[in-house]
Every structure is written in C-alpha cells, then in structure tokens.
C-alpha cells in the first residue's frame, strides 16, 4: 500500500483507484492534496474532473465541521438519562423531550 493511502481513504469520495493515480504523482497527504486542487492540477487527471476537484476540496476545507450522529437508541437512552437527572436536581417533574427525540419517545 502507497503511503498516503490510509489518510487519503478517510476522504469521503476517493476510491482506491483515485488515491492510487493520487499518489503516482506525489500527493500522499491531505496538504498536498488541498494544494494540488487548489492549483488545478486533480481536475486534470484521468477519472477526476472539475466536480471532483471542487467536492475534495470542500470536504477537506469542512473536514473539522461535519456533523457527529449517533443512532436513536443511543440518544435515547441519553436524553432520558438527562432528563431524569434534571428532574432529581430542579425539583420539579416539569422536564421533558422536546425537538425531533420527543416525535420518536
């Protein structure tokens, strides 16, 4: 395996066969990648294009921003948990689910 391989996969998008043409040319790294997209030079590559280019370098820009998800279950048992918690803490048996937890509770 090319090194660069494994940090090139967590890109939502790149298949082996683009990480591969990838690191032919010398790009093993998100940096280089940024910078080789920023330079126009992915977009020239066979199997890439201008939308491809365009769609790693927004996803290596918002890489920090990506929403977390959990599955329901978790968040559940999460929630009520907390509320449960608030309950003994205020005082009060005035807490309840609200937003998109409460439409599955």
Do not use: Y
């Not at 093993?28 to 201008?50: Q, Y």
């Amino acid at each position: 395996m090319p090194q660069g391989t494994a940090e090139l996969s967590q890109i939502r998008g790149l298949t082996l066969a683009r990480i591969k043409t990838l690191t032919d040319i010398g790009i093993d790294s998100k940096a280089k990648l940024s910078k080789a997209c920023k330079a126009g030079t992915v977009a020239k590559l066979k199997g890439f294009g201008i939308k491809v280019q365009r769609s790693i370098l927004d996803k290596l820009e918002n890489a920090g921003q990506e929403r977390h998800q959990m599955l329901l279950v978790d968040a559940l048992d999460i929630a009520n948990e907390l509320v449960s918690d608030l309950k003994s803490s205020l005082k009060t048996q005035k807490v309840e689910l609200v937003g998109q937890l409460r439409r599955f509770w």
